[in-house]
């Protein structure tokens, strides 16, 4: 108390406007840098998933039933499907050893589409072609996936 009988108040120590405006504006600047680099992330691991698989997911999968059978899965044995499946083919059947995938998702890439397989390969001709559409789901454009050396 003072000697006029009040009570002293202490000061009270609070941020200003200006204090407060600034960390807006600071918090505001590394959301513009930070949220586009972490949206594109997800493209990214989709992208890279998708090319891993085929670089050498499958390729593990295709190699074994070629051990097995003696040449990679054609379209008429039900091309990638013939690593899940045992083919009608008699004497392929009783050389297969699968199944050689698991799940038909598998069989996809990271955006849901099926993967193109080809055997014998027009790029790869002593072995097959494998590719993910990429993201739009349209064969032959810019974000296709390959296991060949694009031109």
Not at 94 to 102: D, I, R
Not at 141 to 148: E, Q
């Amino acid at each position: 108390m003072n000697k006029h009988g009040r009570r002293m108040r202490k000061p009270v120590r609070a941020f200003t406007l200006l204090e407060l405006l600034m960390v807006i504006v600071i918090i505001g600047l590394l959301a513009a840098f930070v949220a586009p680099n972490f949206f594109g992330a997800e493209g990214k691991a989709k992208k890279d998933l998708t090319q891993a698989k085929i670089d050498s997911g499958l390729g593990g999968s295709l190699k074994m039933y070629r051990a097995h059978v003696g040449h990679y899965p054609t379209e008429e044995e039900g091309g990638l499907k013939a690593l899940m499946q045992k083919p009608d083919n008699e004497v392929v059947a009783k050389k297969w050893a699968g199944p050689y995938v698991e799940k038909v998702t598998d069989l996809q890439d990271a955006w849901g589409h099926e993967l193109i397989y080809r055997s014998p390969g027009q790029y790869n001709e002593s072995s097959y072609d494998l590719a993910s559409p990429g993201e739009d789901g349209q064969e032959g454009t810019d974000d296709d996936l390959v296991n060949w050396e694009k031109t």
